[in-house]
């Protein structure tokens, strides 16, 4: 005797269920384009500068201490001297910016 509402928007058939996804697909592919892509850019070339670093270039750490690598470890570490006879172990991920890089010398 009685229609409930919930019977009558059930009408709407599979093609309504897929436009209302629409805008949800369209929300992430924004995302992923302004947000996700450009982070994922950015920690590549963190990550190959990182990897590019060698004695003598002057960097910055994470920190905001300023100063010229001596010594490249293994370990993920590097060692960087800040003052003349001052040295300190600085983790490589803690590397913000490379400021002076030095080239490499040729081997002759």
Request: glycine share 12%; charged share 20%; proline share 4%.
């Amino acid at each position: 005797m009685f229609a409930t509402p919930a019977y009558a928007q059930a009408a709407g058939g599979a093609g309504g269920a897929f436009a209302s996804f629409i805008p949800l697909i369209l929300i992430f592919a924004i995302m992923y384009f302004l947000l996700i892509r450009p982070q994922q850019k950015k920690a590549k070339q963190h990550q190959k500068m990182i990897e590019a670093l060698r004695r003598g270039d002057q960097v910055v750490t994470a920190g905001g201490l300023i100063g010229k690598v001596s010594k490249v470890k293994e370990d993920g570490e590097v060692e960087v001297e800040l003052a003349e006879g001052v040295k300190v172990r600085v983790l490589r991920g803690t590397i913000a910016q490379v400021l002076n890089k030095t080239e490499p010398t040729a081997a002759g």
